[in-house]
Protein backbone atom coordinates (compact mmCIF):
# COMPACT_ATOMS: atom_id res chain seq x y z
CA UNK A 1 0.00 0.00 0.00
CA UNK A 2 1.06 3.96 -0.64
CA UNK A 3 0.60 4.89 2.79
CA UNK A 4 -0.03 8.73 2.86
CA UNK A 5 0.75 10.56 -0.19
CA UNK A 6 1.62 14.14 0.28
CA UNK A 7 1.27 16.48 -3.19
CA UNK A 8 2.89 18.44 -4.48
CA UNK A 9 6.59 17.76 -2.92
CA UNK A 10 7.59 21.49 -3.36
CA UNK A 11 5.73 24.84 -4.25
CA UNK A 12 7.40 28.44 -4.72
CA UNK A 13 4.39 30.27 -3.80
CA UNK A 14 3.93 34.47 -4.54
CA UNK A 15 2.90 35.85 -1.26
CA UNK A 16 -1.07 36.74 -1.37
CA UNK A 17 -1.75 33.64 -3.14
CA UNK A 18 -3.84 30.79 -2.30
CA UNK A 19 -2.92 27.11 -2.46
CA UNK A 20 -3.89 23.75 -1.42
CA UNK A 21 -1.89 20.84 -0.39
CA UNK A 22 -3.48 17.98 -0.77
CA UNK A 23 -2.87 14.66 1.43
CA UNK A 24 -4.48 11.12 0.85
CA UNK A 25 -4.07 7.95 2.96
CA UNK A 26 -5.61 4.66 1.76
CA UNK A 27 -4.73 2.97 5.14
CA UNK A 28 -8.46 3.86 6.35
CA UNK A 29 -7.10 5.49 9.22
CA UNK A 30 -9.74 7.68 10.87
CA UNK A 31 -7.85 10.44 12.67
CA UNK A 32 -5.30 12.71 10.33
CA UNK A 33 -3.23 15.67 11.16
CA UNK A 34 -1.43 18.61 9.89
CA UNK A 35 2.14 20.02 11.27
CA UNK A 36 4.55 22.33 10.47
CA UNK A 37 8.22 22.05 10.80
CA UNK A 38 10.76 24.65 10.88
CA UNK A 39 14.18 25.03 11.42
CA UNK A 40 14.57 24.67 15.35
CA UNK A 41 11.33 24.21 16.51
CA UNK A 42 9.54 20.87 17.15
CA UNK A 43 6.67 19.86 14.90
CA UNK A 44 3.67 22.40 15.03
CA UNK A 45 -0.31 21.00 14.87
CA UNK A 46 -2.32 23.14 12.26
CA UNK A 47 -5.63 21.17 12.40
CA UNK A 48 -6.23 17.54 12.92
CA UNK A 49 -9.55 15.32 11.77
CA UNK A 50 -10.66 12.48 14.04
CA UNK A 51 -12.96 11.06 11.93
CA UNK A 52 -14.47 12.21 8.30
CA UNK A 53 -16.74 15.06 8.69
CA UNK A 54 -15.09 16.85 11.92
CA UNK A 55 -12.02 19.05 12.30
CA UNK A 56 -10.51 20.90 14.69
CA UNK A 57 -8.14 23.64 15.31
CA UNK A 58 -4.66 23.11 16.54
CA UNK A 59 -1.90 25.08 17.66
CA UNK A 60 -1.00 27.16 14.89
CA UNK A 61 -4.35 27.44 12.97
CA UNK A 62 -4.50 30.98 11.64
CA UNK A 63 -4.09 31.41 7.36
CA UNK A 64 -4.94 27.79 7.74
CA UNK A 65 -8.38 25.55 6.60
CA UNK A 66 -8.74 22.15 6.29
CA UNK A 67 -11.67 19.88 5.29
CA UNK A 68 -12.28 16.21 5.26
CA UNK A 69 -15.05 15.38 3.47
CA UNK A 70 -14.04 11.51 3.23
CA UNK A 71 -12.34 9.02 5.31
CA UNK A 72 -8.98 9.11 2.78
CA UNK A 73 -8.32 12.91 2.18
CA UNK A 74 -7.56 15.68 4.21
CA UNK A 75 -6.43 19.14 2.00
CA UNK A 76 -4.76 22.13 3.70
CA UNK A 77 -5.76 25.75 1.89
CA UNK A 78 -3.74 28.59 2.56
CA UNK A 79 -6.37 31.05 1.68
CA UNK A 80 -3.04 34.16 0.99
CA UNK A 81 -0.22 32.94 1.84
CA UNK A 82 2.40 35.37 3.92
CA UNK A 83 6.42 34.74 3.58
CA UNK A 84 5.91 33.10 7.49
CA UNK A 85 4.10 30.35 6.16
CA UNK A 86 7.11 29.21 4.32
CA UNK A 87 8.06 25.59 6.22
CA UNK A 88 7.93 22.05 5.61
CA UNK A 89 4.34 20.56 5.89
CA UNK A 90 4.15 17.19 6.82
CA UNK A 91 0.38 15.08 6.86
CA UNK A 92 0.12 12.23 9.28
CA UNK A 93 -2.58 9.71 10.04
CA UNK A 94 -3.30 7.35 12.58
CA UNK A 95 -5.78 4.15 13.39
CA UNK A 96 -8.21 5.47 16.00
CA UNK A 97 -9.23 8.71 17.39
CA UNK A 98 -8.90 10.10 20.45
CA UNK A 99 -6.73 7.52 21.39
CA UNK A 100 -2.80 6.57 21.68
CA UNK A 101 -1.94 5.59 18.65
CA UNK A 102 1.05 5.68 16.31
CA UNK A 103 1.08 8.66 14.19
CA UNK A 104 2.40 7.87 10.76
CA UNK A 105 3.90 10.59 8.22
CA UNK A 106 3.97 11.58 4.62
CA UNK A 107 7.01 12.30 2.82
CA UNK A 108 6.41 16.08 3.29
CA UNK A 109 5.88 19.10 1.26
CA UNK A 110 7.98 22.27 1.45
CA UNK A 111 6.57 25.81 0.78
CA UNK A 112 8.04 28.30 -0.26
CA UNK A 113 6.19 31.97 -0.15
CA UNK A 114 8.03 34.61 -0.96
CA UNK B 1 2.54 25.07 30.68
CA UNK B 2 3.84 22.76 28.43
CA UNK B 3 7.62 22.20 27.82
CA UNK B 4 9.81 19.35 26.36
CA UNK B 5 13.82 19.68 26.02
CA UNK B 6 16.12 17.36 24.42
CA UNK B 7 20.10 18.56 23.43
CA UNK B 8 20.15 20.44 19.83
CA UNK B 9 22.60 18.11 18.84
CA UNK B 10 24.82 15.02 19.92
CA UNK B 11 28.44 13.11 17.84
CA UNK B 12 28.69 9.75 18.61
CA UNK B 13 31.13 7.14 17.06
CA UNK B 14 30.51 4.20 15.09
CA UNK B 15 29.85 1.18 16.90
CA UNK B 16 29.43 2.75 20.58
CA UNK B 17 26.23 3.51 22.62
CA UNK B 18 24.28 7.13 22.62
CA UNK B 19 22.15 8.04 25.31
CA UNK B 20 19.62 10.87 24.22
CA UNK B 21 17.82 12.47 26.64
CA UNK B 22 14.17 14.22 26.97
CA UNK B 23 12.68 16.12 30.13
CA UNK B 24 9.25 17.55 29.91
CA UNK B 25 6.40 19.38 32.16
CA UNK B 26 3.18 19.02 30.38
CA UNK B 27 -0.70 19.45 31.96
CA UNK B 28 -1.99 15.68 30.51
CA UNK B 29 0.18 12.77 29.97
CA UNK B 30 -0.64 9.79 27.58
CA UNK B 31 2.43 8.60 26.62
CA UNK B 32 5.80 9.49 25.44
CA UNK B 33 6.69 8.94 21.63
CA UNK B 34 10.32 8.79 19.76
CA UNK B 35 10.44 9.38 16.50
CA UNK B 36 13.40 8.83 14.18
CA UNK B 37 13.89 11.69 10.97
CA UNK B 38 16.45 11.36 8.86
CA UNK B 39 17.54 14.64 6.39
CA UNK B 40 14.92 15.49 3.98
CA UNK B 41 12.58 12.59 5.33
CA UNK B 42 9.10 12.21 7.33
CA UNK B 43 9.39 11.20 11.27
CA UNK B 44 9.26 7.58 11.52
CA UNK B 45 8.06 5.24 14.63
CA UNK B 46 10.76 4.46 17.00
CA UNK B 47 8.92 3.48 20.39
CA UNK B 48 6.09 4.11 22.74
CA UNK B 49 6.10 4.32 26.70
CA UNK B 50 3.29 4.89 28.98
CA UNK B 51 4.61 3.25 32.14
CA UNK B 52 7.44 3.82 33.95
CA UNK B 53 10.40 1.58 32.84
CA UNK B 54 12.80 0.16 30.18
CA UNK B 55 11.46 -0.65 26.49
CA UNK B 56 13.86 -2.77 24.67
CA UNK B 57 13.76 -3.12 21.15
CA UNK B 58 16.54 -4.45 19.43
CA UNK B 59 19.58 -1.80 18.95
CA UNK B 60 17.14 0.72 20.27
CA UNK B 61 15.59 1.09 24.10
CA UNK B 62 13.24 3.85 25.78
CA UNK B 63 13.06 4.38 29.50
CA UNK B 64 10.55 6.46 31.30
CA UNK B 65 10.45 7.84 34.41
CA UNK B 66 6.61 9.93 35.15
CA UNK B 67 7.74 10.88 38.24
CA UNK B 68 11.07 12.62 37.17
CA UNK B 69 9.23 14.09 33.73
CA UNK B 70 12.25 12.27 32.44
CA UNK B 71 12.43 9.83 28.90
CA UNK B 72 16.15 8.54 27.20
CA UNK B 73 16.18 6.67 23.67
CA UNK B 74 19.19 4.35 24.02
CA UNK B 75 21.09 3.47 20.98
CA UNK B 76 23.99 0.51 20.75
CA UNK B 77 26.08 -1.08 18.45
CA UNK B 78 25.88 2.67 16.41
CA UNK B 79 25.80 2.78 12.63
CA UNK B 80 26.33 5.28 9.95
CA UNK B 81 22.49 5.11 8.38
CA UNK B 82 21.58 5.99 12.43
CA UNK B 83 22.74 9.61 11.66
CA UNK B 84 19.21 11.26 11.90
CA UNK B 85 17.02 13.42 14.28
CA UNK B 86 15.27 12.11 16.97
CA UNK B 87 12.09 13.72 18.26
CA UNK B 88 10.73 12.94 21.61
CA UNK B 89 6.65 13.70 22.17
CA UNK B 90 4.69 13.93 24.95
CA UNK B 91 0.84 12.77 24.17
CA UNK B 92 -1.32 15.34 26.21
CA UNK B 93 -4.70 14.84 27.88
CA UNK B 94 -6.67 15.44 24.81
CA UNK B 95 -4.45 12.55 23.08
CA UNK B 96 -2.71 15.61 20.67
CA UNK B 97 1.17 15.08 20.44
CA UNK B 98 3.23 17.97 21.87
CA UNK B 99 6.95 18.04 20.27
CA UNK B 100 10.27 18.31 21.29
CA UNK B 101 12.66 20.38 18.80
CA UNK B 102 14.52 16.95 18.18
CA UNK B 103 18.41 15.93 18.46
CA UNK B 104 20.71 15.71 15.49
CA UNK B 105 22.62 12.49 16.49
CA UNK B 106 25.92 12.80 14.12
CA UNK B 107 27.82 9.57 14.18
CA UNK B 108 31.70 9.53 12.63
CA UNK B 109 33.43 6.45 11.81
Known amino acids: TAGITQAPTSQILAAGRSMTLRCTQD?????MYWYRQDLGLGLRLIHYSNTAGTTGKGEVPDGYSVSRANTDDFPLTLASAVPSQTSVYFCASSPGQGSTDTQYFGPGTRLTVL | GQNIDQPTEMTATEGAIVQINCTYQTSGFNGLFWYQQHAGEAPTFLSYNVLDGLEEKGRFSSFLSRSKGYSYLLLKELQMKDSASYLCAIMDSNYQLIWGAGTKLIIKP
Open chain 1, 27 to 31: MRHNA
